[in-house]
């Protein structure tokens, strides 16, 4: 039972387009959300995260956007660039379960120049 | 100032063998969770420590155990190893109150033959 799917396994983007990696959630426990990129040999770094109050951030060239009647949330890459070629996992915090961090499976993003 | 640091990188073992695996956590962090990473999966949560006790465990059976050192640092042990078993297993850290913003090693990788 996959609580937090990133349905897009890949996706390919061209040098200063923008990227728009998705996620979906289903349990409404789920109170505050995180993106992770991970590198090839690498274990995965903090990205940018929200609240479940909010319903967008913004850090630079990455924005998260949150639609909690979809249990949809959205991360935006503008411009993209070909450093940001990696895997982006989701990850949302369950308040009714000890917090426990649940995680999608991952976007491949390529950004080729 | 150090990150998450875990050893050994690679590591290969036959079934029935038994493994450990090794993290030192973020200088100033306290909490050491550890995830067990398969090859196109997201991470899925084993187990975290902290105060040198196990607080939350995920859906692994008891031949996956760990320990905490004073020190902070932690130990992934792993008993009578299957070929299921092979997978990445990334060493996360975190202070106390700020669990969901992790910090991850780079991984051990372990391949069972």
């Known amino acids: 039972d996959q609580q937090v799917k990133q349905n897009s396994p890949s996706l390919s983007v061209q040098e200063g387009r923008i990227s728009i990696l998705n996620c979906d959630y289903t349990?409404?426990?789920?109170?505050?959300f995180l993106w992770y990129k991970k590198y090839p040999a690498e274990g995965p770094t903090f990205l940018i995260s929200?609240?479940?109050i909010k319903d967008k951030n913004e850090d630079g060239r990455f924005t998260v956007f949150l639609n909690k009647s979809a249990k949809h949330l959205s991360l935006h890459i503008v411009p993209s660039q070909p450093g940001d070629s990696a895997v982006y996992f989701c990850?949302?915090?369950?308040?009714?379960?000890?917090?426990?961090?649940?995680w999608g499976l991952g976007t491949s993003l390529g950004v080729n120049p | 100032d150090a990150g998450v640091t875990q050893s050994p990188t690679h590591l290969i073992k036959t079934r029935g063998q038994q493994v450990t695996l090794r993290c030192s956590p973020k200088?100033?962090?306290?909490?050491v969770s550890w995830y067990q990473q398969a090859l196109g999966q997201g991470p899925q949560f084993i187990f975290q420590?902290?105060?040198?006790?196990?607080?939350q465990r995920g859906n692994f059976p008891d031949r996956f155990s760990g320990h905490q050192f004073p020190n902070y640092s932690s130990e992934l042990n792993v008993n009578a190893l299957l070929l299921g078993d092979s997978a990445l297993y990334l060493c996360?850290?975190?202070?106390?109150?700020?669990?969901?913003?992790?910090?991850f090693g780079s991984g051990t990788q372990l391949s069972v033959l």
């Open positions: 996360a850290s975190s202070r106390q109150g700020f669990g969901e913003k992790l910090f």
């Open positions: 200088s100033g962090h306290d909490t």
């Open positions: 420590y902290y105060e040198e006790e196990e607080r």
């Open positions: 349990n409404s426990m789920f109170d505050y």
């Open positions: 929200i609240s479940s």
């Open positions: 990850a949302a915090v369950n308040a009714g379960n000890n917090r426990k961090l649940i």
